[in-house]
């Protein structure tokens, strides 16, 4: 069996790891020193350690590339912003945008310079244009999306 994960590396493994807590409410899995599990499935890795293993020299490890994103979803996205504006000291790549098909996402670095991406849930941008006053079909065609999709997004609110 193939499990799943994402490691990043980082300068400061106990900010970083304060960081993901504190922010995303990830739990540690597991912590080593040099490399920690968190739930959700990343992992942390110290850039000396992680030099050794790939055979690479300080300038080699390039932070800050914005080559790729860890990706969130949150239900509350208002809230997970005010709670990122509380955090302090984050330096963000864009604030809150909206995109064509209603999803409103806000990007900014971790303290390594990683970016990361909180969405809103896709279900959440179903109910905020059906609360709107808009039919089922018209939430399908701003979304995109088949009018089935609406409704399973609905049905899985309700089941909640």
Same mark, same amino acid.
């Given at each position: 069996? $193939?499990?799943? %994960?994402?490691?990043?590396?980082?300068?400061?493994? %106990?900010?970083?790891?304060?960081?993901?807590?504190?922010? *995303?409410?990830?739990?540690?899995?597991?912590? *080593?020193?040099?490399?920690?599990?968190?739930?959700?499935? $990343?992992?942390?890795?110290?850039?000396?350690?992680?030099?050794?293993?790939?055979?690479?020299?300080?300038?080699? $490890?390039?932070? %800050?590339?914005?080559?790729?994103?860890?990706?969130?979803?949150?239900?509350?996205?208002?809230? @997970?912003?005010?709670?990122?504006?509380?955090?302090?000291?984050?330096?963000?790549?864009?604030?809150?945008?909206? @995109?064509?098909?209603?999803?409103?996402?806000?990007? *900014?670095?971790?303290?390594?310079?990683?970016?990361?991406?909180?969405?809103?849930?896709?279900?959440?941008?179903?109910?905020? @244009?059906?609360?709107?006053?808009?039919?089922?079909?018209?939430?399908?065609?701003?979304?995109?999306?088949?009018?089935?999709?609406?409704?399973?997004?609905?049905?899985?609110?309700? %089941?909640?």
């Amino acid at each position: 069996m $193939i499990h799943l %994960g994402t490691l990043i590396v980082v300068k400061d493994i %106990g900010n970083s790891k304060k960081f993901y807590c504190d922010l *995303f409410g990830l739990t540690v899995m597991s912590d *080593f020193g040099a490399n920690i599990s968190l739930s959700g499935g $990343i992992s942390l890795q110290t850039a000396d350690s992680w030099k050794m293993f790939i055979n690479k020299k300080d300038d080699e $490890i390039v932070f %800050g590339n914005n080559a790729s994103e860890l990706y969130f979803e949150d239900d509350d996205l208002d809230s @997970f912003v005010k709670k990122l504006e509380n955090y302090g000291n984050v330096r963000y790549v864009h604030g809150v945008v909206e @995109f064509p098909w209603g999803q409103r996402v806000i990007r *900014f670095y971790d303290p390594d310079m990683h970016i990361i991406e909180v969405g809103e849930n896709l279900d959440m941008v179903v109910k905020r @244009f059906v609360d709107s006053g808009m039919s089922l079909e018209e939430t399908a065609a701003r979304m995109g999306v088949p009018e089935v999709y609406v409704s399973s997004a609905l049905a899985r609110l309700e %089941g909640r």
